[in-house]
């Protein structure tokens, strides 16, 4: 079960959680937790660490003091409900962590630098600080639990700093080791999400939102009947519900078709959850945690079709990159060189087009991705006849829509062009894979509110469940 960061953003929400647990942690069911940081607590570590490599030293540690004091009310909070138990050693524990991030911030400001390996080691604390106090709010709440870091749960990972690859492999093997002896024993362990540790135990984080990965990574290797990840929305919604006030909750959804929500913007899950949990059909379960009667979405292998298109999302701060020259004409190698170029550079392209002719190639990136990509191609390309023009679009967006039952259900992307025009939306670019699980197109990032709740509408989605 994972909750995450709004969840357990102070003694209340992770009272609230612990409940959750409670309830369904009965004699035949044993579960094991996974925590963010408090709610807006990475934001913060990483901002700090930023400051710290500039050398702001005295803001760093009054922001410090803070964060040490909002975690240490929880503590307080959280051990007033049950005063027969010691609070002290969970407050030495505490401390003992916020001692240590002190002193990797205390590196980076003395140092001015700040590598991705100790970016990972003090944006870890945000996890590290919460996972203590939900393992006492479970002990309040009358269960057995300890708190482990997601190295020392076997969650062992690359060295990729900052978006780590789980070896699962290794992990199939090292989180049983880990875990099954404290579940035998009836304890139900708390462990930090988006944490990892390389085979040498250096901690690593497994990327932003990485917590909702870390469930499936420890499910899958648990071998558990359901990954259930708590949230505050009623599960997977047919639009992201801070855009359009009417989406409604979509029952079921496939593996593929979750990726594709992720991947395309839906923030509800972490683009690489269904990953390790696809293969041994385990099904996750999103679940509010202020509706917990509601059934929330399932996520398994053969969710039922419900219409050609079950959600509509949108990603903003994009830019579109054209990279053109007459000369590119039939030169395949030239698209590959810069495929090869932005993998290389880890600089991930949301969407691809080429024209029929193959003078030019448009590719979709973030704002900031672009930025670097810019550079790099311009580099790799100086002076070369091949390629006589880079041109960035900024301020654009791409709206997506995702349904298995797309595929082979004709007219679906004239019914998404026919309603876009009639709003006077016009198309940048436009893309289909060939599993025809999605159809997306690039507006303009003004638009793209408009375009969302037009499309959600004229694919009748609100009431889709
Ligand atoms: N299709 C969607 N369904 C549900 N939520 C969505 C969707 N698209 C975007 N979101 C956003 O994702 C967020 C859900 O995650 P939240 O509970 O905040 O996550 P976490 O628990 O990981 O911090 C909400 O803020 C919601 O606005
Ligand atoms: N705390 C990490 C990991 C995470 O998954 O958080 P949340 O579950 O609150 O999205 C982040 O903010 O990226």
New binding site residues.
């Given amino acids: 079960m ?7 953003q102070d003694a209340a929400a992770i009272m609230h959680s612990a409940q959750l647990v409670v309830q369904t942690a009965h004699k035949n069911t044993r579960a094991v937790v996974v925590v ?2 408090m ?1 807006d ?3 913060g570590l990483l901002d700090l660490a930023e400051q710290a490599r500039q050398g702001h030293g005295d803001e760093v540690a009054q922001a410090v003091d803070l964060l040490e004091r909002r975690h240490e009310d929880a503590i307080q909070t959280v051990f007033s409900s049950s005063p027969a138990m010691a609070v002290q050693p969970v407050v030495d524990e505490e401390h003992a962590l916020f001692v240590s991030l002190r002193q990797a911030l205390a590196g980076v400001a003395m140092l001015h630098e700040l590598t991705p390996r100790s970016r990972d080691l003090i ?1 870890s604390f ?2 590290r600080c919460s996972a203590p106090i939900m393992s006492a709010a479970l002990r309040a709440a009358g269960l057995t639990s300890r708190s482990l870091t997601g190295g020392e749960a076997g969650i062992v990972t690359d060295d990729t700093f900052g978006s780590a690859v789980p070896l699962l492999d290794i992990a199939r093997k090292t989180i049983p080791r880990a875990l099954t002896p404290l579940l035998d024993r009836g304890l139900t362990p708390v462990v930090t ?2 944490v990892g540790a390389n085979e040498e135990g250096v901690i690593t ?10 469930a499936t990574i420890l499910g899958a290797c648990l071998l558990a009947d359901e990954v259930w990840i708590w949230k505050e929305v009623d599960g997977v919604m047919t639009a992201d519900p801070k855009l359009v006030p009417d989406a409604v909750r979509v029952q079921a959804l496939s593996y593929r078709e979750v990726m594709e929500l992720a991947w395309f913007g839906a ?1 509800v899950l ?1 683009p690489m959850t269904v990953a390790p949990v696809q293969e041994a059909g385990i099904p996750i379960r999103i679940r509010s945690a202020f509706l917990p009667a509601s059934p929330g979405t399932i996520v398994c292998a053969d969710a039922p079709e419900a219409g050609p298109v079950k959600a509509v999302t949108s990603i903003r701060k994009l830019t579109a990159l054209t990279i053109g020259g007459a000369a590119m004409i039939g030169t395949s190698d030239v698209v590959s060189r810069v495929f090869s170029l932005l993998a290389a550079a880890q600089l991930p392209v949301l969407m691809i087009s080429q024209s029929s002719s193959m003078a030019n190639v448009s590719l979709v990136m973030t704002q900031t991705d672009a930025e670097r990509a810019t550079r790099l191609l311009r580099k790799e390309f100086a002076g070369s006849m091949v390629i006589r023009d880079i041109t960035a679009t900024p301020h654009v967006a791409i709206v997506a829509i995702v349904g298995d039952g797309m595929r082979g259900t004709p007219g679906v992307a004239a019914r998404l062009f026919t309603c876009l025009a009639s709003e006077n939306i016009n198309l940048l670019m436009i893309a289909q894979g060939s599993s025809e699980v999605n159809i997306s197109v690039l507006i303009t990032e003004k638009e793209a509110q408009r375009a969302v709740r037009t499309v959600h509408a004229a694919f009748g989605l609100a009431g889709a469940t």
């Fill in positions: 994972k909750f995450g960061g709004v969840l357990v963010s940081a709610a607590v990475t934001d944006v945000g996890e999400g988006f984080t497994l990327g932003r939102g990485g917590s909702d990965y870390t923030k972490h």
